[in-house]
């Protein structure tokens, strides 16, 4: 008797508690996304003059939620409630990440899935299936091209950023073939000989000479071992073969139009008015994580900043542009197992669609927010609304009667601390007192590795603008560079606009979990002209599912009584709640 009683003080307690933030907060928040996708059933159809293509490299869902809380902790709010910039758009999907040889992926077959439309093998460079790796003999008829190289191909204006070196896996499948990730600036010599040619050298072939924009790290990977680093003058480049990529990439273009630039003061002064062609290097490797950013001595941009100075150069094409904004470093941060680092640069890549979105028109320009693969960080624990996303879980220990961190990683470098501690002491570290918030704190892992390994879970897609509602549901990876072919007319798509069956590619099959509307019935809806709206909602994103609702009566199309059914539904539960409590208290 006294467990149903503690039941029914516990469910009744839950429910007073959910509504300790009023009601009206509630209903409010949802009756105005209700509106919000009743207004999406008018599909943009437009082309894409424009695509805008963030990746967050390594950024998991738990990322995402993390970083949205610590965003709102950060302006001094709990954190929970707060809504990151693409967390706005109209469509949102899944994507399955894994490679044609690996279960968890690696971000170079990711890439050229993204990037090219294909799934291919693990640490090979925008090339097909038919790969073999290290081999450049198999490369032949396996290249594929990237969205960037069509985007080009059909006259408009192209570029890329990277907070990591800009011949590193990712921004290398949008303009470079290999069959081998790691050939950034050499290739062994007997495949040399078969005709392969380094990442940074592609850069310089063909028609990627008039790649508008060029942002990121690794000047070590551009210029040769006797040309000094004008940051750090005691180190060189890396290149054996005597050639400055740099100076090859600038040769024939009017250098009262073209910059190269290192250093945030030189980045300031460029004028995307009289600047046609922009390279900027601003690290010797991989640019710095955010929270170290502003502590470099040459200074360097944030990817924000990079990218409002790439969009105002881009978009003076009356063609349109292609850009890809690539967040590399939330990828490292989770690798060396510091959640701080990842959920800031995170964040700053937050900000760059942010300014994106300020600066472009949802009407001619397609933005696409998503990540190449996952990671093992877990969000995990009881912590009460508004605790430090960083910190220890509150009012509750292991059983060891040690605190937690409320993120932890799977394995990864945490783990050799956990490990050794164990051996020393015979339990985990002890966290009290321990600055877990602060930048580089090492979380606590379970497997001991030198390095943090991805995961193999789903990550999110965010799409707005121009056909973005051909993001639902559940897709295969490559499906999204069709997308952006598609929106755009590029590639296997250039004649998509000129077909009058255009709209048909909107049609997405019923089935789709993301695309049934759960049942809603209204029996007598007087006034109400717009009520067709409701059992049209479009089928693309994840906000316009709608819960299921029967209302007997709903007049003048008046605010939702959603809100008051929710409201009835309380009452009558604490109603009965309370019954249970006195029947079982009169029995005794």
Request: hydrophobic letters at 35%; proline letters at 3%.
């Amino acid at each position: 008797m006294n467990v149903i009683l503690s039941l029914v003080f516990v469910i009744g307690y839950e429910i007073l508690s959910a509504n300790a933030q009023s009601k009206d907060y509630w209903n409010d928040l949802a009756y105005n996304n209700l509106q919000k996708a009743l207004n999406l059933q008018n599909l943009n159809q437009n082309v894409a003059k424009n695509v805008i293509f963030f990746l967050g490299d390594g950024m998991t869902v738990t990322t995402l939620t993390a970083a949205r809380i610590l965003k709102g902790q950060q302006a001094g709010n709990t954190g929970e409630e707060t809504v990151l910039s693409w967390e706005t758009f109209s469509s949102v999907g899944l994507s399955k990440t894994y490679n044609t040889n690996k279960q968890t992926p690696d971000s170079a077959g990711t890439a050229t899935a993204l990037f090219c439309g294909v799934k291919t093998k693990a640490k090979v460079i925008a090339v097909d299936d038919q790969v073999e790796y290290g081999n450049c003999s198999s490369i032949a008829n396996a290249s594929v091209d990237s969205v960037m190289t069509q985007s080009q191909r059909a006259g408009k204006s192209v570029g890329f950023i990277s907070t990591t070196r800009v011949t590193h896996a990712t921004p290398a499948c949008l303009y470079a073939h290999s069959p081998d990730r790691g050939w950034e600036n050499n290739v062994p010599l007997d495949e040399r000989q078969a005709g392969c040619i380094d990442i940074a050298a592609q850069l310089v072939e063909g028609d990627n000479k008039e790649i508008r924009v060029i942002m990121g790290g690794g000047r070590q990977k551009l210029t040769d071992t006797n040309t000094a680093d004008p940051e750090y003058p005691g180190k060189t480049g890396q290149r054996t073969d005597g050639r400055n990529i740099i100076n090859e990439w600038m040769e024939g273009k009017d250098t009262e139009r073209a910059k190269y630039v290192w250093n945030l003061e030189d980045f300031n002064a460029v004028d995307p008015e009289d600047t046609d062609y922009l390279m900027g290097l601003f690290e010797r490797d991989h640019m710095q994580y955010e929270n170290y950013r502003k502590d470099d001595a040459a200074g360097e941009p944030s990817i924000a900043e990079m990218t409002e100075k790439a969009i105002k150069i881009l978009q003076k094409d009356e063609d349109g542009f292609f850009l890809m904004v690539e967040g590399g470093r939330i990828d490292m941060a989770h690798h060396k197992g510091k959640a701080s680092d990842a959920l800031q640069d995170t964040l700053a890549m937050e900000a760059a669609v942010a300014k994106a979105m300020e600066l472009t028109n949802e009407e001619d320009t397609l933005i696409i927010v998503t990540s190449d693969h996952s990671h093992t960080m877990m969000f995990s624990g009881y912590p009460s609304r508004g605790n430090p996303i960083l910190g220890l879980v509150n009012n509750v220990k292991g059983s060891d009667g040690l605190p937690y961190t409320t993120l932890s990683y799977a394995n990864g470098p945490g783990g050799r601390t956990v490990a050794d501690s164990f051996h020393e002491t015979g339990k985990r570290p002890s966290l009290t007192g321990t600055d877990t918030e602060r930048a580089g704190y090492v979380q606590d892992a379970l497997v001991p590795l030198q390095e943090e390994t991805h995961g193999g879970d789903d990550v999110a897609i965010f799409a707005n603008g121009p056909m973005a509602h051909l993001i639902y549901g559940t897709h295969e990876q490559n499906y999204i560079a069709h997308v952006v072919q598609y929106a755009a007319c590029i590639g296997a798509y250039a004649e998509e606009c000129d077909s009058d069956d255009r709209g048909a590619a909107t049609i997405v099959p019923s089935m789709s979990a993301a695309t049934i509307l759960p049942s809603m019935s209204y029996t007598e809806d007087s006034d109400n002209d717009n009520m067709s709206a409701a059992t049209s909602v479009p089928s693309m994103s994840a906000a316009t599912i709608l819960p299921s609702i029967t209302n007997a009566k709903r007049c003048n199309n008046d605010y939702s009584d959603a809100a008051t059914l929710v409201s009835n539904m309380t009452f009558w539960t604490l109603l009965i709640l309370a019954f249970i409590t006195t029947t079982l208290f009169n029995s005794q």
